[in-house]
């Protein structure tokens, strides 16, 4: 009965790797998040996406592609991993401009 | 721009000892305040909110009051246990669609027996 649920939990890959983070919500909510939380426990807003559509997207490299095939859904696509993207990555998801509820977040370890 | 400024962690308390952590925020207009708490190893969790100034949010025994005239949401506890040792965030959100959270650095709370 998870409410926004991601995995996996955790990963562990190596420079260079392409890898994917999958993010779907049960709460029927129209606008979707992705945070990135580093390792001084800092958290800042990567996307937004509402109703499938892209209305945030802060300076992020192009490395990051977001993809959300449904509004239930939001995916975080990764290539060429590196060092300093070891970070813990929380999917979120709200309605209409309401409160803000988080995933269990997605530990990421490059090395 | 929006901003959140918390206390610095990280604090230590005894078991039953009162809690407060600061926060103050910069932001136009009147945008709804947050407090999230993340516990070791887990995700975030949303504690309490306030939408509007002298609102009061509760939540397990918390409590933050929306100052307006202060642009505070200090986060209180009478009487803290060790379970409430995790990492404390406070957040704004504008008051408008679409927006996303802006949060504070997080302050570490730990509680010995």
């Known amino acids: 009965d998870t409410a926004v649920s991601q995995t996996p939990k955790y990963l562990v890959t190596q420079m260079g790797n392409d890898k994917s983070i999958k993010c779907e919500q049960n709460l029927g909510h129209d606008t979707m998040y992705w945070y990135k939380q580093d390792s001084k426990k800092f958290l800042k807003i990567m996307f937004s996406?509402?109703?499938?559509?892209?209305?945030i997207n802060e300076t992020v490299p192009n490395r990051f592609s977001p993809k959300s095939p449904d509004k239930a859904h939001l995916n975080l696509h990764i290539n060429s991993l590196e060092l300093g993207d070891s970070a813990v990555y929380f999917c979120?998801?709200?309605?209409?401009?309401?409160?803000?509820?988080f995933g269990e977040g997605s530990w990421l370890t490059v090395v | 721009g929006n901003s959140v400024t918390q206390m610095e962690g990280p604090v230590t308390l005894s078991e039953e000892a009162f809690l407060t952590i600061n926060c103050t925020y910069t932001a136009t207009g009147y945008p709804s305040l947050f407090w999230y708490v993340q516990y070791p190893g887990e995700g975030l969790q949303l504690l309490l909110k306030?939408?509007?100034?002298?609102d009061k949010g509760s939540n397990k025994g918390f409590e933050a009051t929306y100052r307006k005239e202060t642009t505070s949401f200090h986060l209180e506890k009478g009487s803290v246990q060790v379970s409430d040792s995790a990492v404390y965030f406070c957040?704004?959100?504008?008051?408008?669609?679409?927006?996303?959270?802006?949060f504070g650095k997080g302050t570490m709370l730990l509680v010995s027996p």
């Open positions: 957040a704004l959100s504008p008051a408008y669609l679409y927006s996303t959270l802006t």
């Open positions: 306030a939408t509007k100034a002298d």
């Open positions: 996406y509402n109703n499938k559509e892209l209305i």
């Open positions: 979120a998801s709200s309605h209409e401009g309401d409160t803000i509820y």
